[in-house]
Structures are given as C-alpha cells and as structure tokens.
C-alpha cells in the first residue's frame, strides 16, 4: 500500500503541469486569434496605399456613384478638399450631386413607376418656397409637376432653376395663354360662374380652375394616373401608409374610385419670427373629419381661441382625380366629371399640411396681392373666408406693432398649457416627418446647387438683377408675362353672358369652406357642393 502511495504522489506533479500548459496554450489562442484578424482586416484596407471602397466612401458624394437628377454637386462634399474661402467657389461646382443619405437612391422617372402622379399650382412664389416644396414631394412619389406661374415666379432668376429640373412644365402667363383660356367652355358653363368678373380670392379661385383645367390635358398627355391640385403653402402627409408614400396610399385605392380626399390639417404655430414654415413648424389643428365629434365640439372654444372659425382659413381639404375621360376641375378643392358623379372616398389617417399665415409677413403680402378698400363692405367682395377679410382689414389700417400684437392673439399659439391640453385630446398633433424630410434636402446640397447651376447660365449681373427684381415687391410681376384680370375684355365677357342663358346647369363649385360651427344642429356637410 505504502508503495501504491508513492507511485501516485509522484504522478500528481506531472498532471497539474500538463493541465496548467494546456490552458496557457488556450489563453494564448484567444489573445493572438483577435489580434491576427484586426492585423487582418487592416492589411485589406491599407493594401496599395490607398483605402478601398468602403461603405461610408460608397455614401458619400462622388463622381463616380448614382446622380441626383438634375443638380450640381453640393459644396459640402468639397469644402475638405479645396482651400478657397470664396463662397462663390462653394456655388460653382458643375459636378453632379448624389443623394447622401442612402446609396444609389434617386428620383426615378420611368414607366415602371406606377401610379404616375402628378401636381398642379399657381403660384406666384419665389425658389425659397416652390423648391422645399417641390423636392419633398418628389420624396414621397410625385414624378412630374405642372407649374403656372406669374410674378416673382416668373421672372428669370426662379424660373430658369424650374425649368432645368426633371419632370418640370412651366407654364408663363402670357397673353397667348390668356387668349387661350377666354375660350374655354368653363366660360359658358354654370358651376363657376358664381365667381366670375370679382376681384382677389374670387380671380384667383377662377384662374386655378382654368389652369386646372389646362393641366388635365397635359396629365392625360404625359400619361399620369392621378392628378392634384396643390398651393405651394401645403404638403401632402401620407399618414396611414406601410411606407411613407402617396405613390402607396393612391396604389392601394380601388379601381372604381374617381376621387380621393385629403382633409387638410393647420398649422399652429408657436412663435411670431417664423421664416422657414417647413423646417420650423411642427404643430398642427387637426381636422374635423379626423376627430370626434364630441372631442371636436367639446374643445371648440379653446381651439378657436375668438377667431371666426375652428381653422383660420378653409376646412375642406384637397384632393387628388384619377385622369380620365370627361374630368374637370371643380373649384381649386375637388374635381368633377361631365359625364358621372364621381366616386370619391376619404382617406381616414392622410392629410394635407397647410401651412397658412405661418409667418407674420403673410399678413402684408397677402394685403399687397389685393387692391381691394380696407372697409368691412368690400372685403366681402373680395374674400370668400371670415379670417382673411380681418387679416386684410387689420394690414391695411393697424400699425406695424398692432399687427404684430393681433398677430400674436390670434394665430400664435403661445400658451403652453393650452397646447399641451389640446395635443392630450388630440386636437393638436405633432408631424415631423415633412421637417425632417426638407431638412434632409436641404443640407445635403440640393437646392443650393440646383440655384448655383441656374446661376451658371446667366449672366452675373443679368443674374443678381433679377433677383433684385423679383424680392422688390410681391406686387411686381414679371415684364415678360405680366399678370391680367382672368375674362376682363369686353368680348369674352359679353360671349359668356350671352352663352350662359343657353346653357345646362351643372353641379356648382367647391370653394374653400369653413369647418362645422361649434352648434351641433347648425352644422351642415361641409364637404358637399355649394
């Protein structure tokens, strides 16, 4: 036994060792294993002096990835590569410009794209509003856009950067346009005659008809499945989508319906020194369609706040015709057809995102689009809404600190606690995507190239000169294509009055409507015809 005891002590020695080299093996494996495939991946990207093609350099702008269509290269993506601190260097780059945010993601415009929409609007606006605009509605599926344009608009230095982006018809107002427009039936029909030969909102509300009415032919011409009639102060939000997408809402509808409605939401905004309404604004009233209607009724009062109506302008929406046979406009609000009643539903989560005196200049540049006299007669001559004709009467006789004062009483929402009410009952409601989306634009480059590249193509002088023109005053049209009053000659005028007595009776036009009243029993459909 004693020597069966030795013979084991003795083996014991020789155990722990070979265990104690096995786990200093295994410890040395996992501490070369790491280091050999970081000295690994590090040969890889430094093999030939140069870094490969990796993911991030795959991101970001350069000649040699997918193109945004249409623009310059943005001075961001050189600024680390060129030692001139000369701005006008920054502007003048002619390389293309990708889209950094995803790789080889681009506004396509083929005939796989289906369906084709397409957006109308008059507009007399300048670049800081018709692009953000325009581009985040290319972002969410709009491929061609129909633009009638007319002062600021017009003039050389906005409309050469309209006219070098893709999907883009600018149409001018041109006397050939206007004599064009004096024969069309419109004129001896009697749906829009109630608006005819009046000034301001009324004028403007029958040139939207009429150029919606030119727009359907270019549509059906260009092979667009959808059209809609937009301004340049409001946004589609495809709320209710898989993705965030109105090429997916429209997709999705069913094939007998002719029309689909947009109610509109307002913007709510909270300071009085707003400049960019796109990227600063972030609260909206939400519709009446999309509320309770005890919710609705029941925070009236506070979401009024002693301004006419629930929204400070119109509470019917837009909306957006399937192109067919027979179409028509039916007011700037809905479209009709000379053949059936259209089918329409209305979408129950998208909207459209008005964005309506959203900066304390509206006030004036509103004022200054209207010659009518500051008294409460003739403002009901030449605005249809009760808010418009106050902001009208009170920028045309108040000071500017009274203005600003009304201003902030009636359309700034100031009061936190007031708002924080009304987003917890849902009458308010935060919507950041557009924000994000004209943010996203903008700092990648994309408008400053676009302007950039115009800039290009005129003279300097030529250039600068027109800009100075067109920022002179909203009241100062193009000379090119001067504003006209829409059926002032005599001829068309007396050939209207003439036909009109002979003429079937159509289903009248939509205008711009308020929402429900706060007396339940006093509240009509106010999404039905006039």
């Not at 539903?345 to 998208?350: D, S, V």
């Not at 009458?427 to 408008?447: C, N």
Request: with cysteine; glycine share 4%.
């Amino acid at each position: 036994m004693a020597g069966m005891h030795t013979s084991l002590r003795s083996q014991l020695p020789s155990s722990n060792s070979n265990h104690h080299f096995f786990t200093a093996k295994i410890l040395l494996l996992l501490t070369l294993l790491p280091l050999s495939l970081a000295l690994f991946a590090f040969v890889l990207q430094w093999r030939g002096g140069g870094i490969v093609d990796d993911p991030v350099s795959r991101w970001s702008p350069d000649d040699s990835h997918t193109k945004f269509p249409g623009m310059d290269t943005s001075p961001l993506a050189t600024v680390g590569h060129s030692s001139s601190s000369d701005c006008s260097m920054l502007l003048g780059h002619s390389n293309a410009l990708s889209f950094p945010y995803y790789r080889d993601w681009k506004f396509k415009f083929d005939s796989d794209l289906k369906p084709k929409i397409c957006i109308t609007t008059s507009t007399s606006a300048g670049l800081d509003q018709i692009l953000p605009w325009m581009f985040y509605h290319k972002v969410i599926g709009v491929s061609t856009f129909f633009l009638f344009v007319e002062g600021k608009a017009a003039s050389p230095a906005v409309s050469k950067v309209l006219e070098s982006i893709p999907g883009v018809k600018v149409i001018y107002r041109t006397r050939e346009l206007e004599e064009q427009q004096a024969k069309s039936r419109i004129w001896n029909e009697t749906w829009l005659s109630s608006f005819f030969y009046k000034p301001c909102n009324y004028e403007l509300f029958v040139k939207q008809s009429l150029n919606m009415e030119m727009a359907i032919v270019m549509a059906r011409d260009a092979g667009m499945d959808w059209i809609i009639h937009l301004d340049t102060d409001e946004m589609i939000h495809p709320a209710g989508a898989r993705e965030y997408s109105l090429r997916q809402i429209l997709l999705e509808v069913p094939g007998s319906v002719d029309m689909v409605v947009f109610p509109n939401y307002e913007s709510s905004v909270e300071r009085d020194d707003i400049k960019d309404p796109f990227t600063e604004v972030s609260l909206f009233k939400k519709n009446y369609d999309h509320l309770p209607k005890d919710t609705y009724f029941g925070m009236y009062k506070e979401s009024v706040r002693g301004n006419p109506n629930y929204f400070l302008t119109y509470g019917n929406g837009k909306s957006a015709a399937r192109v067919q046979d027979h179409l028509r406009p039916n007011g700037a609000h809905r479209w009709h057809n000379y053949m059936k009643t259209p089918n329409e539903i209305k979408l129950e989560e998208a909207a459209v995102l008005h964005y309506t005196y959203a900066k304390f200049s509206d006030l004036t540049s509103r004022r200054d689009r209207c010659g009518c006299k500051p008294t409460k007669e003739d403002v009901k001559r030449c605005f249809m809404l009760e808010f418009d004709r106050a902001a009208f009467l009170i920028a045309s006789t108040a000071t500017e600190e009274e203005m600003l004062n009304w201003y902030r009483e009636r359309v700034v929402w100031t009061d936190k606690t007031v708002n924080l009410k009304l987003l917890r009952k849902g009458i308010l409601t935060r919507i950041y995507a557009p924000m994000a989306i004209v943010q996203g634009l903008r700092e990648s480059g994309v408008f400053s190239s676009l302007i950039s590249s115009a800039q290009g193509t005129l003279s300097k002088d030529k250039f600068l000169a027109s800009i100075d023109s067109s920022n002179s005053s909203s009241a100062v049209a193009s000379q090119s294509h001067p504003s006209r009053k829409i059926g002032r000659n005599q001829e068309s005028q007396a050939t209207a009055r003439k036909t009109l007595e002979m003429t079937t009776f159509h289903e009248a036009a939509v205008p711009p409507l308020s929402p429900p009243i706060m007396d339940p029993d006093l509240v009509m459909n106010h999404d039905s015809p006039a």
